[in-house]
Nanobody, 130 residues
Framework: QLQVAESGGGLVQSGGSLRLSCVTS?????????IGWFRQAPGKEREAVSC????????HYADSVKGRFTISKDHRDDTVYLQMNNLKPEDTAVYYC??????????????????????WGQGTQVTVSS
């Protein structure tokens, strides 16, 4: 069974940067996963932040983070990074990483900003002070 773990959250001042990591484990060498980053602020629904397809070549971003966040994939260790720059207080949330197995070539090319991912991590807290 696939395990997903996030790390890298913390407290940062407005305008600062953080880099989140999402590590997957328990998969075989023939399995490929797209990764999605989501966040949930207190009292709000979980919302999409970014995703990247299994090949690591096609990213997507929510409008609220375009130009500030960058998602990337390191194939050497199956880690997906979310580089967050120019952070704002409204970015404060628990950030979750979801993994979705690619069952065919079409899945391999795509990622989704809907939260229908098969496996989820426990989340990492990001707090941006004003």
């Amino acid at each position: 069974q696939l395990q997903v773990a996030e790390s890298g959250g913390g407290l940062v001042q407005s305008g600062g940067s953080l880099r989140l990591s999402c590590v997957t484990s328990g998969s075989t060498t023939s399995e490929y996963y797209s990764i999605g980053w989501f966040r949930q602020a207190p009292g709000k629904e979980r919302e999409a932040v970014s995703c990247i397809n299994a090949s690591g070549g096609i990213p997507h971003y929510a409008d609220s983070v375009k130009g500030r966040f960058t998602i990337s994939k390191d194939h050497r260790d199956d880690t997906v990074y979310l580089q967050m720059n120019n952070l704002k207080p409204e970015d404060t949330a628990v950030y979750y990483c979801g993994a979705q197995k690619a069952y065919d070539y079409n899945d391999y090319l795509m990622c989704s900003l809907s939260d229908e991912y098969e496996s989820w991590g426990q989340g990492t807290q990001v707090t941006v002070s004003s």
